[in-house]
């Protein structure tokens, strides 16, 4: 059975232009090579802070072949992703074959409420020629909340890049930080001020992946990082003060998770027209 796996995990790969690398190795011959992809997210996508470590997104050339155009910020939430994707269109234009967003962990810790992903209302429809009055669920978009966040986040990437394959990524788990005294954010087995744990903001960039028919690569459940653990302090940039940002060791074991769930995906759509 395992020998049955592998093969078609190759044969996949062959279908895609490239053969099986090791860990670290490239498929920069795949359906990716020359697209462009724009990098929405917070201090983890932050080109300002490659200084520190090697960031996810600087492998993807490497692995995919692909032209990476980085808009993310450091301490941003999901409300900064309508403005990252105005620069994205003052620097790309229309050329955009592709977007990956990585928002979440400062909406957690910054006790963003969850909210509801619609809000209802009565409404007269037309049902096999009978008129009725129903209940009718409308987008939920305040940005005072997370699931509205999303809603907004992702309905203005789907609107202005259309034909591009959009990417979510769930944050990866954190654990302590502190930069200064003003600053220290405990690690997510406790709840933030407001009553909810992590995983509950996880869950919801899930179901908003799932409500939007975007493409969910899972950090939190597959990059392989559990900063909580003694052994993976080398992964984070400072084993004692540091484990909510991976450093370039870390960065690569999302990047590899990455190029390999990114095979598996159309590198944007065309229309008839553009065929």
């Known amino acids: 059975m395992k020998?049955?796996?592998?093969?078609?995990a190759i044969a996949v790969l062959a279908?895609?232009?490239?053969?099986?690398?090791?860990?670290?190795?490239?498929?920069?011959?795949?359906?990716?090579?020359?697209k462009r992809i724009a990098v929405f997210g917070d201090s983890l996508t932050d080109p300002a802070l490659r200084e520190r470590w090697k960031n996810y997104w600087a492998y993807l050339p490497e692995t995919l072949g692909v032209d990476v155009h980085v808009f993310g910020v450091n301490g941003q939430q999901?409300?900064?992703?309508p403005r990252q994707i105005a620069?994205?269109?003052?620097?790309?234009?229309?050329?955009?074959?592709?977007?990956?967003?990585?928002?979440?962990?400062?909406?957690?810790i910054h006790n963003c409420p969850l909210g509801e992903w619609f809000d209802l209302e009565t409404k007269t429809v037309d049902s096999w020629g009978t008129t009725y009055?129903?209940?009718?669920?409308?987008?939920?978009?305040?940005?005072?909340?997370?699931?509205?966040?999303?809603?907004?986040?992702l309905r203005a990437l789907k609107t202005t890049f259309p034909d591009a394959?959009?990417?979510?990524?769930?944050?990866?788990?954190?654990?302590?930080?502190?930069?200064s005294?003003?600053?220290?954010?405990?690690?997510?087995?406790?709840?933030?001020?407001?009553?909810?744990?992590?995983?509950?903001?996880?869950?919801?960039?899930?179901?908003?992946?799932?409500?939007?028919?975007v493409p969910v690569i899972d950090l939190y459940a597959e990059s392989s990082?559990?900063?909580?653990?003694?052994?993976?302090?080398?992964?984070?940039?400072?084993?004692?003060?540091d484990r909510l940002h991976p450093n370039s060791e870390g960065h690569r074991r999302i990047a590899d998770l990455m190029t390999y769930r990114m095979l598996a995906l159309p590198a944007g759509f065309t229309t008839d027209k553009q065929r």
């Open 3 to 8: 020998r049955t796996i592998a093969s078609a």
């Open 225 to 241: 990082l559990c900063p909580r653990l003694p052994g993976q302090g080398r992964l984070f940039w400072n084993a004692r003060t």
């Open 78 to 81: 999901w409300t900064a992703l």
């Open 15 to 34: 279908l895609a232009g490239c053969t099986l690398p090791p860990c670290g190795g490239s498929c920069a011959g795949s359906q990716w090579k020359g």
């Open 165 to 179: 394959q959009i990417i979510v990524l769930t944050p990866p788990h954190r654990a302590f930080f502190t930069c």
């Open 133 to 153: 009055l129903r209940e009718h669920r409308v987008l939920n978009c305040d940005t005072n909340t997370f699931r509205g966040r999303i809603n907004v986040g």
């Open 181 to 213: 005294p003003r600053n220290v954010q405990p690690e997510e087995d406790f709840p933030n001020d407001i009553g909810h744990y992590f995983e509950e903001y996880v869950e919801a960039i899930r179901e908003g992946a799932r409500l939007w028919s």
């Open 87 to 108: 620069s994205a269109v003052s620097e790309m234009g229309d050329g955009v074959d592709a977007a990956t967003v990585l928002l979440g962990t400062n909406d957690y």
